[in-house]
Protein backbone atom coordinates (compact mmCIF):
# COMPACT_ATOMS: atom_id res chain seq x y z
CA UNK A 1 0.00 0.00 0.00
CA UNK A 2 0.55 3.57 -1.01
CA UNK A 3 0.28 6.74 1.24
CA UNK A 4 0.79 10.51 0.20
CA UNK A 5 0.84 12.45 3.15
CA UNK A 6 0.61 16.71 2.03
CA UNK A 7 1.64 19.56 4.92
CA UNK A 8 2.05 23.11 5.04
CA UNK A 9 -1.51 24.67 3.73
CA UNK A 10 -2.76 27.12 5.99
CA UNK A 11 -3.95 31.11 6.02
CA UNK A 12 -1.71 33.58 4.32
CA UNK A 13 -1.87 37.53 3.47
CA UNK A 14 -2.22 37.96 -0.38
CA UNK A 15 0.90 38.52 -1.46
CA UNK A 16 2.62 36.32 0.88
CA UNK A 17 4.16 32.55 0.18
CA UNK A 18 3.66 28.87 1.36
CA UNK A 19 5.06 25.82 0.68
CA UNK A 20 3.63 22.62 0.81
CA UNK A 21 5.19 18.86 0.83
CA UNK A 22 4.09 15.89 -0.71
CA UNK A 23 5.59 12.64 1.18
CA UNK A 24 5.39 9.27 -0.32
CA UNK A 25 5.73 6.31 1.79
CA UNK A 26 4.51 2.31 1.62
CA UNK A 27 5.88 -0.44 -0.95
CA UNK A 28 7.49 1.95 -3.94
CA UNK A 29 9.31 0.33 -6.10
CA UNK A 30 9.25 3.49 -8.74
CA UNK A 31 7.10 6.84 -8.67
CA UNK A 32 7.03 8.68 -11.51
CA UNK A 33 5.03 12.06 -12.25
CA UNK A 34 4.54 13.89 -8.84
CA UNK A 35 1.99 16.68 -9.11
CA UNK A 36 0.16 19.15 -7.46
CA UNK A 37 -3.74 20.08 -8.32
CA UNK A 38 -6.45 22.22 -6.33
CA UNK A 39 -10.28 22.48 -6.04
CA UNK A 40 -11.82 25.43 -5.05
CA UNK A 41 -15.54 25.95 -3.75
CA UNK A 42 -17.98 24.81 -6.49
CA UNK A 43 -15.01 24.10 -9.08
CA UNK A 44 -13.63 21.41 -10.67
CA UNK A 45 -10.19 20.02 -9.53
CA UNK A 46 -7.39 21.68 -11.67
CA UNK A 47 -4.01 20.58 -12.41
CA UNK A 48 -1.67 23.41 -10.75
CA UNK A 49 1.86 21.74 -11.52
CA UNK A 50 3.86 18.24 -12.19
CA UNK A 51 7.38 17.12 -12.68
CA UNK A 52 8.42 14.43 -13.84
CA UNK A 53 10.81 11.67 -12.83
CA UNK A 54 13.59 13.55 -15.04
CA UNK A 55 12.34 16.77 -13.49
CA UNK A 56 10.43 18.05 -16.29
CA UNK A 57 7.84 20.64 -15.02
CA UNK A 58 4.88 21.71 -16.40
CA UNK A 59 2.95 24.94 -15.14
CA UNK A 60 -1.25 25.82 -14.89
CA UNK A 61 -0.70 29.61 -16.56
CA UNK A 62 -2.38 30.90 -14.28
CA UNK A 63 0.86 30.23 -11.42
CA UNK A 64 3.31 30.02 -14.26
CA UNK A 65 6.14 32.29 -12.29
CA UNK A 66 4.75 32.40 -8.73
CA UNK A 67 4.84 28.40 -8.09
CA UNK A 68 7.56 26.29 -8.58
CA UNK A 69 7.26 22.39 -8.39
CA UNK A 70 10.66 20.49 -7.18
CA UNK A 71 10.93 16.74 -5.90
CA UNK A 72 13.85 14.90 -4.20
CA UNK A 73 13.54 10.95 -5.74
CA UNK A 74 16.05 9.81 -3.07
CA UNK A 75 13.29 11.10 -0.39
CA UNK A 76 9.91 10.22 -2.32
CA UNK A 77 9.12 13.51 -1.64
CA UNK A 78 7.55 16.58 -3.94
CA UNK A 79 7.42 20.16 -3.09
CA UNK A 80 5.27 23.25 -4.19
CA UNK A 81 6.65 26.31 -3.43
CA UNK A 82 3.85 28.82 -3.83
CA UNK A 83 5.10 32.72 -3.93
CA UNK A 84 2.85 35.75 -4.62
CA UNK A 85 -0.21 34.24 -3.53
CA UNK A 86 -3.48 35.38 -4.65
CA UNK A 87 -6.85 35.10 -3.30
CA UNK A 88 -7.81 33.03 -6.04
CA UNK A 89 -5.41 30.71 -4.97
CA UNK A 90 -7.87 29.69 -2.19
CA UNK A 91 -8.27 25.70 -2.60
CA UNK A 92 -7.70 22.59 -1.29
CA UNK A 93 -4.89 21.24 -2.62
CA UNK A 94 -3.92 18.07 -3.81
CA UNK A 95 -1.05 15.77 -4.27
CA UNK A 96 -0.97 13.25 -7.09
CA UNK A 97 1.77 9.97 -7.69
CA UNK A 98 2.12 7.75 -9.90
CA UNK A 99 3.86 5.06 -7.75
CA UNK A 100 4.16 1.46 -9.27
CA UNK A 101 1.84 1.87 -12.36
CA UNK A 102 -0.74 3.40 -10.25
CA UNK A 103 -2.28 6.46 -9.19
CA UNK A 104 -2.49 7.82 -5.96
CA UNK A 105 -3.76 10.82 -4.13
CA UNK A 106 -3.44 13.02 -0.90
CA UNK A 107 -5.88 13.71 1.79
CA UNK A 108 -5.81 17.18 0.70
CA UNK A 109 -4.23 20.24 2.39
CA UNK A 110 -6.13 23.75 2.76
CA UNK A 111 -4.22 27.00 1.18
CA UNK A 112 -6.68 30.14 2.13
CA UNK A 113 -5.56 33.49 1.11
CA UNK A 114 -7.02 36.62 2.57
CA UNK A 115 -7.06 39.67 0.52
Known amino acids: QVQLVESGGGLVQAGGSLRLSCAAS????????MGWYRQAPGKQRELVAT???????NYADSVKGRFTISRDGAKNTAWLQMNSLKPEDTAVYYC?????????WGQGTQVTVSS
Open 26 to 33: GSIFRINS
Open 51 to 57: ITSGGRT
Open 96 to 104: NAGVNWSDY
